[in-house]
């Protein structure tokens, strides 16, 4: 089942490509919502990490990736992403799975840091969904000078506050969400495998594997 390839790795990507970008604009200092605020400020403190010539390659893998996990609730993610079997399989299955979506997330984040060249988030605006949910629009914008591709990408980025501490928990390209998108390829993944969550870890495994032998 190839398919997977692109699913982790799609959410991984638009992560780093939104955190590891400039915010656009004099004009947010001052965001207008706390969660407003959480996008730009992670947003500078990732291209801090990823501007620092101090650091050597490991070193900024290393703290890029811990400021990843700080950032986002990779197990809720990968629970999530089980759909139905999140409630039936056992612990230890969960775990394995977890263990192994955290795993190849992290392998991505890292192999994806020298992407970063010059692009522009802007925070346009956001909503709240629910109390402590919330979504944040941004348009992604090429710097300066740089021959446009298409036009401004919308990326929205749904927030939430689990208590008093605010999380990225998924990311929209186009109005499409990766989390959910995963979700639906897992639950298929599943469905052709006999419902085995060891199975689609060990997936995550061998491809965490191919990844970083490259």
């Known amino acids: 089942m190839t398919f997977l390839r692109a699913l982790p790795v799609r959410f991984a990507q638009a ?7 400039t915010i656009a604009g004099t004009g947010l200092a001052q965001a207008a919502t706390p969660a407003e605020d959480f996008i730009q400020t992670n947003v500078q403190r990732g291209l801090g990490i990823l501007n620092d010539h101090a650091l050597a390659p490991d070193q900024k893998r290393d ?40 795993d190849y997330a992290v392998s991505v984040y890292n192999s994806r840091l020298s992407h970063y060249d010059g692009q522009v988030l802007k925070v346009t605006g956001s909503q709240q969904r629910a109390a402590g949910d919330f979504v944040v629009n941004t348009v992604l914008l090429d710097p300066p000078g740089q021959m446009s591709r298409g036009g401004p990408t919308r990326i929205d980025f749904r927030v939430l506050d689990d208590g008093g501490r605010l999380v990225l928990m998924d990311v929209s390209v186009e109005g499409i969400w990766l ?36």
């Open 63 to 102: 703290q890029f990736r811990t400021f990843l996990e700080s950032l986002t609730d990779l197990r809720r993610v990968a629970l999530f992403t089980l759909g139905p079997a999140g409630r039936t399989a056992s612990q230890g299955d969960k775990d394995a799975f977890v263990q192994a979506f955290h």
């Open 179 to 214: 989390s959910l998108e995963e979700r639906d390829q897992f639950v298929s993944f599943l469905a052709d495998h006999n419902n085995d969550v060891r199975a689609l870890a060990q997936h995550l495994e061998d491809l965490t594997t191919a990844q970083k032998s490259r």
């Open 15 to 21: 992560v780093l490509f939104a955190l590891a970008i």
